[in-house]
């Protein structure tokens, strides 16, 4: 007994003398490229392409690509330049455009004497089908009813907005956000991914949709976010790797164009 005592006491002491503190010293280095995000549609505003630097060390805040050259050529030539509004922020805008369906548009991008390219054309949007909600149970609230919207890939973003009625007091946030993608894929990790908690709103709610078509690319990109994403925690989870990306050059991000539709909602008591 006194054997196996004294054992234990010398295993334990070396196991608390392995342990040793480590302090993390510096700054986190930068990666030496830039993170892509941007959106051209068929509504005519000037759209936006957000540049930013991401870091090696998890946690940190990306910093803004300030000082780029940016701009987007129509395949017929056409050349739209980009501007940094404001200054510093990595946000650049177009002079006011629309994006044409079935053209190809090219982003360009020179920062730091590095060049990036992407490229994507737009695909057909299907109508919007009829929106459905439903009442939760007895309650005074509702909640969207999501499924399928058409036979391409697509993804819906709701808006909804109950601030000018009496359910929303001072103290509330309200209004929310729901994206439902339609992918057309199948995927485990889909299927079977982590339950959320069903949003609900008000009487006289004001939902605004806005549905998407999308690209072959621009779908696998929005599959790899997922699995990252939204689709993590359940019994499929995939590897962990960087979303796949159009950009040039080792950039991370997508450059997407789309073509968009869109309606609004009052949510009234259904007969």
């Given at each position: 007994?006194?054997?196996?005592?004294?054992?234990?006491?010398?295993?334990?002491?070396?196991?608390?003398?392995?342990?040793?503190?480590?302090?993390?010293?510096?700054?986190?280095?930068?990666?030496?490229?830039?993170?892509?995000?941007?959106?051209?549609?068929?509504?005519?505003?000037?759209?936006?392409?957000?540049?930013?630097?991401?870091?090696?060390?998890?946690?940190?805040?990306?910093?803004?690509?300030?000082?780029?050259?940016?701009?987007?050529?129509?395949?017929?030539?056409?050349?739209?330049?980009?501007?940094?509004?404001?200054?510093?922020?990595?946000?650049?805008?177009?002079?006011?455009?629309?994006?044409?369906?079935?053209?190809?548009?090219?982003?360009?991008?020179?920062?730091?004497?590095?060049?990036?390219?992407?490229?994507?054309?737009?695909?057909?949007?299907?109508?919007?089908?009829?929106?459905d909600y439903r009442k939760v149970d007895d309650s005074p609230r509702f909640s969207l009813s999501?499924?399928?919207?058409?036979?391409?890939?697509?993804?819906?973003?709701?808006?909804?907005?109950?601030?000018?009625?009496?359910?929303?007091?001072?103290?509330?946030?309200?209004?929310?956000?729901?994206?439902?993608?339609?992918?057309?894929?199948?995927?485990?990790?889909?299927?079977?991914?982590?339950?959320?908690?069903?949003?609900?709103?008000?009487?006289?709610?004001?939902?605004?949709?806005?549905?998407?078509?999308?690209?072959?690319?621009?779908?696998?990109?929005?599959?790899?976010?997922?699995?990252?994403?939204?689709?993590?925690?359940?019994?499929?989870?995939?590897?962990?790797?960087?979303?796949?990306?159009?950009?040039?050059?080792?950039?991370?991000?997508?450059?997407?164009?789309?073509?968009?539709?869109?309606?609004?909602?009052?949510?009234?008591?259904?007969?």
């Amino acid at each position: 007994m006194k054997a196996t005592a004294a054992i234990a006491l010398v295993i334990l002491a070396l196991s608390l003398s392995c342990e040793e503190r480590i302090e993390r010293t510096g700054m986190p280095q930068a990666i030496n490229t830039v993170v892509v995000e941007g959106l051209l549609t068929n509504e005519r505003t000037n759209h936006k392409i957000k540049l930013t630097i991401p870091y090696g060390t998890s946690g940190q805040k990306a910093l803004p690509a300030s000082g780029a050259f940016v701009s987007v050529i129509e395949d017929n030539g056409i050349a739209y330049p980009l501007q940094e509004v404001p200054p510093q922020s990595g946000e650049y805008y177009t002079p006011s455009m629309r994006a044409v369906f079935g053209r190809t548009y090219t982003l360009r991008i020179n920062y730091k004497g590095k060049e990036f390219f992407a490229q994507d054309r737009s695909e057909a949007v299907e109508p919007l089908r009829a929106i459905d909600y439903r009442k939760v149970d007895d309650s005074p609230r509702f909640s969207l009813s999501l499924g399928a919207n058409g036979q391409q890939s697509n993804y819906i973003d709701h808006s909804i907005s109950w601030k000018n009625t009496i359910a929303c007091t001072p103290s509330s946030v309200c209004e929310g956000r729901i994206i439902f993608y339609d992918l057309k894929t199948i995927d485990a990790n889909d299927i079977f991914k982590p339950g959320k908690a069903e949003f609900t709103f008000p009487l006289g709610s004001v939902i605004i949709r806005r549905k998407y078509g999308i690209s072959v690319a621009y779908k696998n990109f929005l599959r790899s976010v997922l699995s990252e994403t939204e689709w993590r925690g359940g019994v499929f989870d995939v590897e962990r790797a960087n979303t796949t990306s159009n950009v040039s050059g080792g950039a991370l991000g997508f450059f997407a164009v789309t073509s968009v539709v869109a309606d609004t909602t009052v949510v009234v008591n259904k007969p």
